[in-house]
Every structure is written in structure tokens, then in C-alpha cells.
């Protein structure tokens, strides 16, 4: 999947990231089976990788952006999030073990 936006070393320009925002949320939706997590998921890791094509004074926005807006969670809440999802029986996608088609339930 291709994010990136243009984005020179001048000020940050916030329309092309919500472009670049959208786009993602669009993709994401778009092959994530229905599944919460599987979206987040991919939404935090596609939010990630557009990042660092961004200069470095642009990421702390942008991310900001795409948390506020877009749904961005990073992988140390998807982590906790997970974990959570098992404490309560369920795996770690948040769906029955029995109903999950990644096979948890085994």
C-alpha cells in the first residue's frame, strides 16, 4: 500500500496528512476482514511507516493528527489491548477462541 504524500522540508503541511490519513483508513478498511483488531493494527502500522517518511520536526503533528482523527493506536496499545482481550477469555483479536479466523482457538 502507498500513504505517502509529498512533503518537503518546509512547514508541515497538515492537508496533505489528512489526505495521507484518509487514504489509510480507506485501504485499511478496505482488507481487514471486519476485524478490530486486524484494523487498528494495520492503521498503526501504515500510520508508522507514512511517519517516517516525514521530517522529523513534522511526526510529533502528524501523529497527533492521526491519533485524535484517524484511529491511530501505536503497537504498545495494541499490545495492552490484546492482552486484555485474552484476560478476559476471549484471543487476542477479540473475537471467541472458537470463532477466530486466525486460528487461536486452535
Not at 502507498?2 to 496533505?16: E, L, Y
Not at 471486519?34 to 500510520?47: A, K, P, Q
Not at 495494541?78 to 484476560?87: P, R, T
Request: charged share 20%.
Amino acid at each position: 500500500m502507498t500513504h505517502a504524500a509529498t512533503f518537503t522540508a518546509s512547514a508541515f503541511d497538515s492537508s496533505a496528512w489528512h489526505a495521507t490519513c484518509r487514504n489509510i483508513l480507506k485501504t485499511v478498511g478496505q482488507c481487514s476482514g471486519g476485524i478490530e483488531h486486524t484494523y487498528l493494527s494495520n492503521i498503526g502500522f501504515n500510520v508508522e511507516r507514512a511517519v517516517a517518511d516525514l521530517p522529523e520536526d513534522h511526526r510529533t503533528a502528524a501523529l497527533a493528527i492521526a491519533k485524535n482523527e484517524y484511529q491511530y493506536h501505536t503497537a504498545d496499545e495494541i499490545k495492552e489491548w490484546e492482552k486484555q482481550s485474552l484476560a478476559q477469555g476471549l484471543c487476542k483479536h477479540g473475537l471467541g477462541m472458537d470463532h477466530c479466523p486466525f486460528g487461536c482457538g486452535g
